[in-house]
């Protein structure tokens, strides 16, 4: 015989609601700076800023070598002599269109180091919009023409190394370097910046809030990675990184650093184009003697007041915008009971 004390006394509990999927943590609701915007997509880990950081700098070393060798292997078969560091001499225009080159390619390589390991849209390591705001670049690029041609006239009316040319190249060949030059250093100034202003920032900024942290070692590297040449000449790229890399956090986004960049590089090339040998230079910004330093550092300063004010008239947009919270589970009411 059963014992009727075995069978339920109560009513059956039923589950009001499924268990739910174990899944990523939600992206944050409110809006980040840019140096922050890798937490804004709720999947950071500490691993992506390194990882991405390493197979960037692997992937540009093995691309560089690529190119190296097919520039050689042009250059030979087409009877070009060789230089000392044993790659082939294309003349100083050839073999400034092959730096510039050598530089631009690490462009697409950010974008897709942003996209994976970092797991966010490319955009969001050009500004918190996720793409490039045209608008305010073309008023970053107005903004700076004023300050770098007075740096560039500066540079003239200093005394330089009496070695130097000053011998006017020609019409004809100023003209094909500036064509050059105009599709070439738009490409390589935004590639640094990407890097340095972009990558860079972004990856330390995963770490720490203060703006500071996360610009003041891409500008420190920005710096190195044009040489050591004179202390005046590392200060003024020191400086020009920190501007850039604030600036950039202020905006929201990389153009008024790219605006920057890019007219400095062009006045700077157009210059060197202008007379005999003036590309077969090897002398950098590092180079700078101090008088030539200070110039540079008190137009990064004119400029940065420039831009600044542009952005308390114009107001570009500082923070991502903040993310929709996940649509929770509808409520399961679980099947109907009967008498």
């Known amino acids: 015989m059963t014992n009727p004390s075995s069978y339920p006394t109560g009513p059956t509990p039923y589950p009001t609601a499924p268990t739910p999927y174990r899944t ?56 070009a002599p060789e230089l000392p560091d044993g790659g082939v001499d294309l003349g100083p225009l050839g073999n400034t269109a092959m730096e510039l080159v050598s530089l631009a390619i690490a462009l697409p390589l950010v974008l897709l180091a942003t996209l994976w390991p970092a797991r966010r849209r490319a955009g969001t390591v050009t500004s918190v919009t996720g793409r490039l705001r045209t608008g305010w670049l073309g008023r970053c ?13 500066t540079a003239f009316l200093l005394p330089g190394d009496s070695g130097e040319s000053d011998t006017w190249v020609g019409w004809r060949s100023f003209l094909a370097a500036l064509a050059v030059l105009a599709v070439l250093v738009p490409l390589q100034a935004a590639a640094e910046e990407y890097v340095f202003r ?32 004179t202390r005046w000449g590392f200060l003024g790229l020191l400086v020009n990184g920190l501007v ?17 960049h890019v ?30 330093a200070l110039a540079a550092i008190a137009t990064d300063l004119l400029y940065a007041a420039i831009v600044l004010w542009l952005a308390r008239r114009h107001k ?22 009967t008498a």
């Open 24 to 79: 990523v943590p939600p992206p944050d609701p409110t809006g980040h700076p840019y140096h922050r915007l890798d937490r804004a997509t709720g999947r950071h880990r500490w691993w992506r800023a390194w990882v991405g950081t390493l197979l960037l700098a692997v992937t540009y070393f093995v691309l560089i070598l690529v190119l190296f060798g097919v520039t050689h292997g042009l250059g030979t078969a087409l009877g």
């Open 244 to 260: 850039a890399g604030l600036l950039t956090i202020r905006t929201g986004g990389l153009e008024a650093a790219i605006a920057l």
């Open 263 to 292: 007219l400095n590089n062009l006045l700077a090339f157009g210059a060197s184009a202008a007379v005999v040998d003036g590309l077969s230079s090897d002398e950098t910004a590092a180079d700078a003697p101090w008088p030539l």
């Open 198 to 229: 972009g990558w860079l920032t972004q990856a330390v900024g995963a770490f720490v809030r203060s703006p500071w942290f996360a610009v003041l070692p891409q500008a420190v590297l920005f710096a190195a990675a044009h040489g050591w040449g």
């Open 141 to 153: 690029l107005l903004a700076g023409l004023l300050p770098l041609l007075l740096l560039t006239v």
């Open 316 to 337: 570009p947009q500082r923070l991502s915008a903040p993310a929709m919270p996940p649509t929770p589970y509808p409520e399961y009411p679980g099947p109907a009971r």
